[in-house]
Every structure is written in C-alpha cells, then in structure tokens.
Nanobody, 127 residues
Framework: QVQLVESGGGLVQAGGSLRLSCAASGRTFSTLSMGWFRQAPGKEREFVAT????????SYTDSVQGRFTISRDNAKNTVYLQMNSLKPEDTAVYYCAASTAYTTTTQLRQAGTFGYWGQGTQVTVSS
C-alpha cells in the first residue's frame, strides 16, 4: 500500500504563488509515477501535471503550462507542484496521485492510471 499526504494549500491572491508537497510512504518512491489532479466545486476531477519515475519527463494540462512546475525528490520521497501566477480559476482541491504501473505517457495524464490518492489540499485564489 502507498500512503500519500499533501500539504501546502491555502489562500492566495491572484498572481501569487504556492508550493504543494506530497509525501509518499509504503513503497520505494522511485518506482512510482506521480501526478497532480484537481477538482473544483461542481466540476469533475481534472489532470494538472505528471512526472515519471526518474523525473526526466513531465507533462501539463494546457491551462497551467508555463505557470506550474512538477518536480520530485526521490531521496525525500516527495513530489512537488510549484504554482506561480495563480488565477481564480485555479481554485480547487488538489490531489496527489501515485501509479505503480508501467504505462504510456498518455496514460499518465488519466486519473484511472493512478491507484493511490491523497486526501487533497484546498487551494483558493482570490481575485
């Protein structure tokens, strides 16, 4: 079993920055592909960013490209999401997710690929 604990959410003004962290335990971290997803009120959960096991490959949804950066520290068993130039439409609960499967890069953008999820952390961006 993999346990994921997110932190770093909060309230920020538009244009500000936040860094989310997700600490993993229960499995060798370098064997996990990691992702961030978000869910706004009344909307479906959506893909935000993903990173492969070694951190050599990343992918982002178009709306955050150039503003958000996903990274990982395998020595600390932690994945990060640096969020800059935040907009009110970024307001959502952000979830960290982990996958143990060997999948395609396309599949790493899909929630169904990830078998483990954190409890979520709220990000609120005020205008």
């Amino acid at each position: 079993q993999v346990q994921l604990v997110e932190s770093g959410g909060g309230l920020v003004q538009a244009g500000g920055s936040l860094r989310l962290s997700c600490a993993a335990s229960g499995r060798t971290f370098s064997t996990l592909s990691m992702g961030w997803f978000r869910q706004a009120p009344g909307k479906e959960r959506e893909f935000v960013a993903t990173i492969n096991r070694r951190g050599a490959w990343t992918s982002y949804t178009d709306s955050v490209q150039g503003r958000f950066t996903i990274s990982r520290d395998n020595a600390k068993n932690t994945v990060y999401l640096q969020m800059n130039s935040l907009k009110p439409e970024d307001t959502a609960v952000y979830y960290c997710a982990a996958s143990t499967a060997y999948t395609t890069t396309t599949q790493l953008r899909q929630a169904g690929t990830f078998g483990y999820w954190g409890q979520g952390t709220q990000v609120t961006v005020s205008s």
